[in-house]
Nanobody
Framework: VQLVESGGGLVQAGGSLKLSCATS????????MGWYRQAPGKQLELVAT????????NYADSVKGRFTISRDNAKNTMYLQMNSLKPEDTAVYYC???????????WGQGTQVTVSS
């Protein structure tokens, strides 16, 4: 499966962005998915997850109430709506299928999100 993240950019604090994760292959719809981010000098952080059906979501405390994860299994695509962005949200954002140790697939190139104060 190939993962292609897009939608990042430069935005002022308080602004919004919507990220997309397009996947190839037929196994997207049977896997829970997640959005990760890595800020400069920091470890990779899992910020949101969504069940295979889309019926269950979870968020890191740092983004709860501001970010919304969703998916369209017919399009093999996942989304992350990010509102009320803060400078500390600045990072490269990646998508993948979370596993107990790491993630299921090879990582994509990610999409850069930069929030200016």
């Amino acid at each position: 499966v190939q993962l292609v993240e897009s939608g990042g950019g430069l935005v002022q604090a308080g602004g919004s962005l919507k990220l997309s994760c397009a996947t190839s292959g037929s196994t997207f719809s049977i896997n829970a998915m997640g959005w990760y981010r890595q800020a400069p000098g920091k470890q990779l952080e899992l910020v949101a997850t969504i069940s295979s059906s889309g019926g269950s979501t979870n968020y890191a405390d740092s983004v709860k109430g501001r970010f919304t994860i969703s998916r369209d299994n017919a399009k093999n695509t996942m989304y992350l709506q990010m509102n009320s962005l803060k400078p500390e949200d600045t990072a490269v954002y990646y998508c993948n299928a979370p596993r107990r140790r790491g993630a299921l697939w090879d990582w994509g190139q990610g999409t850069q999100v930069t929030v200016s104060s």
